[in-house]
């Protein structure tokens, strides 16, 4: 497979239910939209990359852990 033209993704959930699986063409907007999610409802947002041809796991970042300021 091709690399896709957005690299990253943005898995959310909350109580465990898949809410959205967002694609960004990089990894600064990906994150800009785990803070907007995370303050907005959303409780959990896994982030994925595209590298050596597969979908890797990057980070996973639980609402606790962003700032409501």
Partial sequence: ???PREPWR???T???IQLAE???TSEAKAFAHVRAALRSGADTAKVMQ???GR???FETV???EI???
């Fill in 14 to 16: 909350q109580n465990g």
């Fill in 50 to 52: 595209w590298a050596e």
């Fill in 22 to 24: 967002v694609p960004h």
């Fill in 1 to 3: 497979m091709n690399k």
């Fill in 62 to 64: 639980h609402a606790d």
């Fill in 55 to 57: 979908w890797w796991h």
């Fill in 10 to 12: 943005v898995i959310l």
């Fill in 67 to 69: 700032p409501h300021a």
